[in-house]
C-alpha cells in the first residue's frame, strides 16, 4: 500500500511526480502529497485529501522551477485521509521531509523518545522526521542518520527522506518486506519508486533495493549501503515492459480493459511453455530442478491471499491429478502462525500477482525456514517473491491497475496447470497421451476465453436485471468451487454487494436459510463428473424461489426451466473450466459495479498490493 517516487535530476520535477502518483495511485488513494526543493533554505510543501486530482488542482500554477522532490500517494493506516495525515511527513522545523510505506511498530515508543516538538499529524511515519532531524542538527549525515532511525524503527516498511540544504540529494531504505523501492537510473537523472509502473516512462534501467539495503542518491550519482553502512556493489538491470500497455486505451475502466487481455494473458503464459510437436509441457526455462528432485517430493503447499488463493485452489486440482503429490492450500497469513509441518520435501508454491504481498512474504519465510523448495507464480518481474523463491514462473499478463485482480488469475491458473503437468512428467505420473491431451486443450484457452468475452451482451443484461439485489450467493463443486469463491470476492469488491461463495454441498447446511425470492445465487452447473449434483442443488434453491444464474456447458439445455437464467459458457476442457468460467463471473460483477456507480478501478477501503498483515 501507499505510493512512493522521487526524483532528482535536470527536468522539472513537480509534473514527473505526479505522473509517477498517477501511475501509483492503484496502490493507495485516500490522500497524496508532495515535497519540492524550493531553493535550498525551504520545501515546498503540497497535501490534499483524496485522489490524485485533488493534489493536482491544489498544485495548479504554484508548483516551483525544482528540479528534485518526492511524491506520495497514501493507503491509510495511522490516522484517517487527511490533508494533515497526508505524505510527505514533516519535523518541527521544516527542514526533513519523509514518505513511507508499511508500519513502524514502535512509533508510539519512538515518539516518546525523539520528538522534538508537537506532533502535526497521528501517523507512524511522523515520528521519523523527528529522530532524522535531531540526528542531522547534531551533525550526523543524512544517510547516516537514516540507518539510525531504520535500526530503531521496528517494522516492515520503506522510506525516502530529503534535508532542506542538500537539494537534490535523496536517501531511502528498505526495512522487511513491505513494499519494494526500484531506482532508475536515466540520463543525467535519477528516480526511485515503490514499483516500475512510475519509472517506465523514463528508464528501463532499474535496481531494486533489497531488505536492508538503502540507497543515497542525486542526479548523477547513486550509492548502496547496508545498514551497517557497508558500500554495496548493485548491477542495474534492463527490463522490456511496455509503458503503453499501462494505459486504458478504450475501455473506460482498467478492469474492463484487463478482463479484455484475458486472452493475451494466457497465450503469454504459455509461450514457451506449451509446446506442440510433439504436445508436451517445457518449464526447464524457468525451473532448475530435475526429475530425482521432483521425485523425491511428498507433498505440496500452495498459499496465496484472495484472488491468488482462488488461484491455487484450482492448482491444487491439477497438483493432484497430474503429479500425484498430496496438495493442500493455505491462506498466506494463516499459515504462517499454525506452526506448520514443512521439510524439504515438501514444495511450496506460493502465487501473488503482485508479489510484495506482506502475508504471503511471511508464509514464504516460513518455508525459508523449513528448507522447503519454493516456486512462485507472480506478475511483477523482480517483486521480493521471486527473490524469495527458488524459481519463479511469471505470469507476463502486463500491468494490472484495477485493484480486481483479473487477468493475473487466468494467467496463474494457466501455470498452475503447466506446473502441474511439468512435476507429472518429472516424477512419472503423467501418461504421454494425457500431457499430449492437456496441452491441446490449454492450447484452445486463448479462444475459449475470447469466447467467453462475447457473452458480455447477455451479463449485461443480467447485470440490469440483478443491480439491485442486497446479497448474492455463489455455488459450485470440485473446480466450480474455486470459481463460485473468486465470483463472490470479485462481486462484493467491485459493487459492495454482500455476496458469498460456498461449496455447493454445503449449501443445505445453513446457507439455503437465506434464500427467498430476492436472493440471487449464481451456480456454476458445467457438464463434469458432479454435474447432477449441482442440478439438484438448483432445484433446491428453486424449490424455495431462489433465483438462480447457472453457468452451464456450451450446447447444454438440460437446466432450462431448472434455473432462471442460463449461461452457455464456451466450449473447454472440463479440467479447464474454471480458467474460463471466471470471465463471465468478472463481467457480471463489472456490470453489475457500474449499475450501481461504484469507483470500480479503485474500490473502497482496498488497495492493489496489501503490504501490511
Ligand atoms: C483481488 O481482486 C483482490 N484485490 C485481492 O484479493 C488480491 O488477490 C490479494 O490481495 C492478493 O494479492 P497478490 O496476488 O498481489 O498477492
Known amino acids: 500500500m501507499c505510493g512512493i517516487v522521487g526524483y532528482s ?15 501509483l495511485e492503484y496502490r493507495g488513494y485516500d490522500s497524496a502529497g508532495l515535497a519540492l526543493f524550493d531553493g535550498d533554505r525551504q520545501f515546498y ?13 491544489r498544485v495548479e500554477g504554484t ?30 522545523d521544516g527542514t526533513i521531509a519523509v514518505i513511507h510505506n508499511g508500519i513502524i511498530e514502535n512509533f508510539e515508543e519512538l515518539r516518546a523518545r525523539y520528538a522534538r516538538g508537537p506532533f502535526h499529524s497521528e501517523t507512524d511515519t511522523e515520528v521519523l522526521a523527528h529522530m532524522l532531524a535531531g540526528a542531522v542538527e547534531r551533525g550526523v549525515d543524512l544517510l547516516d542518520a537514516l540507518r539510525g532511525v531504520v535500526a530503531e ?17 535523496m536517501v531511502a531504505a528498505r526495512a522487511g518486506n513491505a513494499g519494494g523501492i526500484v531506482i532508475g537510473t536515466g540520463e543525467g537523472e535519477h528516480l526511485l519508486a515503490s514499483d516500475l509502473g512510475a519509472l517506465l516512462p523514463h528508464t528501463r534501467r532499474v535496481t531494486f533495493l533489497e531488505p536492508g539495503e538503502f540507497v543515497d542518491l542525486c542526479a548523477d550519482s547513486v550509492r548502496y549501503v547496508d545498514i551497517e553502512g557497508h558500500e554495496l556493489t548493485k548491477t542495474i538491470e534492463v527490463l522490456p515492459y511496455d509503458p503503453v500497455s499501462a494505459v486504458k486505451g478504450p475501455y473506460k475502466h482498467f478492469m474492463l480493459k484487463e478482463i479484455h487481455e484475458q486472452p493475451d494473458a494466457a497465450l503469454n503464459a504459455m509461450r514457451g511453455r506449451y509446446l506442440t510437436g510433439p504436445l508436451r509441457v517445457d518449464l526447464s526455462g524457468d525451473i532448475p530442478f530435475d526429475a530425482a528432485w521432483a521425485k523425491a517430493l511428498t507433498r505440496v503447499v500452495l498459499v496465496g491471499m484472495g484472488t491468488s488463493m482462488h488461484s491455487a485452489l484450482v492448482g491444487r486440482h491439477y497438483i493432484e491429478r497430474f503429479a500425484r503429490l498430496p496438495a493442500e492450500v493455505d491462506n498466506s497469513a494463516e499459515f504462517r502462525y499454525r506452526g506448520p509441518v514443512l521439510d524439504e520435501h515438501t514444495l511450496v508454491i506460493s502465487v501473488a500477482q503482485s508479489g510484495e504481498t506482506v502475508d504471503t512474504l511471511a508464509a514464504m519465510d516460513e518455508a525459508k525456514r523449513a528448507g522447503c523448495p519454493q516456486i512462485t507464480i507472480c506478475n511483477s518481474p523482480g517483486a521480493q517473491t521471486t527473490r524469495v523463491a527458488n524459481a519463479t ?7 494490472e491497475i484495477a485493484v480486481a485482480s483479473t487477468k493475473t488469475m487466468v494467467a496463474s491458473m494457466v501455470l498452475l496447470h503447466a506446473l502441474a503437468l511439468y512435476l507429472g512428467r518429472l516424477r512419472g505420473t503423467l501418461a504421454p497421451d494425457v500431457e499430449a491431451q492437456q496441452v491441446q486443450a490449454a492450447l484452445h484457452l486463448p479462444a475459449a476465453i475470447g469466447a467467453a468475452l462475447n457473452l458480455g451482451g447477455q451479463i449485461e443484461v443480467l447485470a440490469d436485471r440483478y443491480a439491485d439485489s442486497r446479497d448474492f450467493l455463489f455455488l459450485g463443486r470440485g473446480l466450480g468451487y474455486p470459481a463460485a469463491l473468486e465470483g463472490a470476492l470479485k462481486l462484493k469488491e467491485v459493487s459492495y454487494i454482500h455476496a458469498e461463495g460456498y461449496a455447493a454441498g454445503e449449501m443445505k447446511h445453513g446457507p439455503i436459510a437465506l434464500i427467498d425470492d430476492q436472493f440471487p445465487t449464481v451456480a456454476l452447473a458445467p457438464r463434469d463428473d458432479v454435474f447432477d449434483k449441482m442440478r439438484s442443488n438448483i432445484e433446491q434453491i428453486r424449490a424455495r424461489k431462489g433465483p438462480v444464474i447457472a453457468l452451464v456447458s456450451a450446447g ?37 459495479a457500474t449499475r450501481r456507480g461504484a469507483d470500480v478501478d479503485q474500490p473502497r477501503n482496498l488497495a492493489k498490493t496489501v503490504t501490511v498483515e
Open 63 to 92: 508548483l516551483p522551477p525544482a528540479t528534485s522532490g518526492i511524491g506520495h500517494t497514501r493507503w491509510a493506516t495511522h490516522g484517517e485521509p487527511s490533508d494533515r495525515n497526508a505524505h510527505p511527513q514533516l519535523d518541527p
Open 393 to 399: 514462473l511469471l505470469m507476463r499478463a502486463g500491468p
Open 9 to 23: 535530476g535536470h527536468r522539472p520535477a513537480g509534473p514527473i511526480l505526479l505522473e509517477g502518483l498517477r501511475r
Open 153 to 169: 524503527a521496528r517494522g516492515a516498511y520503506s522510506v525516502v527522506a530529503v534535508a532542506v540544504g542538500e537539494p537534490g540529494r
Open 45 to 57: 510543501i503540497a497535501h490534499a485529501t483524496g485522489k490524485l486530482d485533488a493534489l493536482v488542482q
Open 556 to 592: 447444454d439445455r438440460s437446466l432450462e426451466g431448472v434455473a432462471t437464467d442460463i449461461v452457455e459458457m464456451p466450449e473447454v476442457d472440463p479440467l479447464l473450466t474454471p480458467i474460463v468460467a471466471v470471465v463471465p463471473l468478472q463481467l457480471l460483477s463489472y456490470y453489475i
